[in-house]
């Protein structure tokens, strides 16, 4: 199998529509000719690994093409965060050249904009022809905890990834694919290969504007996006058609209410699990499987995914799974990479997430988990946010706490849960704060607000 994919593709689909953004379209041929160009400039460089500090637009798409052609390692930078932070990220994974298509400075680093490549003297180059263990990219996890992870994601990790995609999206070189998530994230990137290996049409998008998104899914004839779920929120609030056939959604914050509010508006959403360590999502389940109303994130029939009988983790092994971290080994067990997350498979094979082992509260030694409590919570309309935060207690050990953005009857809410969860379950405190704290990657981070509660 070659990984030269659009080498592949400027043969096989030269006139296919590659890629849109905005007015402008590129055909394969013609994406091929300008990551080309791009690479002899970029030679000049003579890099082996270099950061991206990079935004969803044209520019980015031929910048990454025109890397993979020079066979360099790409750092996916997190544009939202600090230059601090950015510099620490950098120093673990030993880079000092960022390209960028955003204005940034970066202590110690080298950042060349996108525009200036262009002023570098043009030499000649041979395409590489990546092997299958050749790193591709590299992302940081959202770092919940401590230090964020450097996950080096190999041609073949992003090429077994595409494929179990395929076999349950169902696109094919006719698709249109719709990028709005961040290029940085691997829901964003994965897009971007998934296309370019498909020889379908990528629509970049710059920013989520629900009402453009969705003038975008009609005009465009968008077949097949990836959103968080605050996204899919907001796109509910729209009318008119669409040609979707598939709607990926992934997250702790894809309740059951939100994907009955999704499929009764017709939208054909998939409910998935995944992490940047798998390159996007291992198992997915569609809309018209009444399971994806249960809580459950996918099948494993079919897949090398277990639990570990001792303490009820989920264990996962396949070839989009990496094989170990650049500054941190990756915890595995019996040759599974061990995610950290516990979880249960029923009888007909459907795993649902639990929580995270580091977030269960053990109290009064019952095992609690805070998703348990949140999800009853947000069966109660009109809550958008909550956490649920452990708390140290001298005669329980731990005890849940229960953190709210919105104001709720507390009588009403204590009444519900009640009807919902065992009595060591309910929260023994109920607290309104400003703001729930969300990680870089948009994850509600328990850790940081339990910090930020207990420290007030």
């Not at 914050?253 to 499929?263: D, F, G, V």
């Not at 949140?374 to 649920?388: F, H, L, Q």
């Amino acid at each position: 199998m070659s990984y030269k994919w659009l080498e592949t593709a400027s043969f096989t689909y030269p006139d296919n529509i590659a890629v849109k953004y905005n007015n402008e379209s590129l055909t394969y041929q013609m994406l091929y000719m300008h990551a080309h160009s791009l690479g002899t400039h970029m030679q000049a460089l003579k890099l082996k690994r270099v950061g991206l500090y990079i935004d969803n637009s044209l520019d980015s798409v031929k910048l990454i093409h025109g890397l993979m052609m020079l066979g360099v390692e790409m750092v996916m930078l997190n544009t939202r965060l600090t230059p601090a932070e950015l510099s620490s990220q950098l120093k673990d994974v030993s880079v000092t050249t960022v390209i960028a298509t955003l204005p940034v400075d970066i202590p110690g680093v080298e950042v060349i904009l996108y525009d200036d490549l262009f002023e570098l003297e043009t030499q000649t180059f041979i395409v590489n022809k990546p092997e299958p263990d050749d790193v591709l990219s590299i992302m940081f996890t959202s770092g919940t905890t401590g230090r964020a992870k450097a996950v080096p994601q190999t041609y073949k990790n992003h090429a077994a990834s595409h494929n179990n995609c395929q076999q349950h999206f169902d696109y094919d070189s006719d698709s249109t694919w719709l990028m709005v998530n961040p290029i940085f994230h691997i829901s964003g990137l994965s897009i971007l290969f998934r296309t370019v290996m498909t020889g379908c049409t990528l629509v970049v998008e710059n920013k989520f504007d629900e009402k453009r998104v969705w003038n975008i899914l009609n005009e465009d004839k968008i077949t097949h996006t990836s959103m968080v779920p605050v996204m899919l929120k907001r796109l509910m609030s729209m009318e008119g058609t669409h040609h979707l056939k598939g709607l990926l959604l992934g997250g702790a914050s894809t309740t059951p209410s939100l994907l009955k509010e999704a499929i009764e508006k017709d939208l054909p959403v998939f409910n998935s699990f995944g992490m940047t360590e798998t390159c996007s999502q291992i198992v997915q389940i569609s809309s018209k499987d009444d399971r994806i109303l249960t809580g459950a994130v996918g099948n494993v029939q079919g897949y090398d995914i277990k639990i570990d009988r001792e303490t009820n983790e989920l264990l996962i092994k396949g070839d989009s799974v990496v094989r170990d971290y650049l500054n941190a080994d990756l915890k595995l067990k019996d040759g599974y990479f061990n995610t950290g997350d516990l979880a249960q498979i029923d009888d007909e094979g459907y795993l649902y997430i639990l929580d995270r082992r580091t977030d269960l509260i053990i109290s009064g030694g019952e095992n609690i988990y805070p998703k348990e409590i949140e999800d009853a919570v947000y069966k109660i309309s009109g809550v958008d946010r909550c956490v649920v935060i452990k708390k140290d207690d001298d005669e329980w050990g731990n005890v849940p706490v229960l953190l709210l953005e919105e104001a709720v009857d507390e009588a009403l809410l204590l009444n519900h849960l009640s009807e919902h969860l065992a009595k060591y379950k309910l929260p023994k405190e109920i607290h309104y704060v400003d703001k729930i704290i969300m990680t870089s990657t948009g994850k509600i981070s328990r850790s940081q607000n339990q910090k930020m509660f207990l420290n007030r």
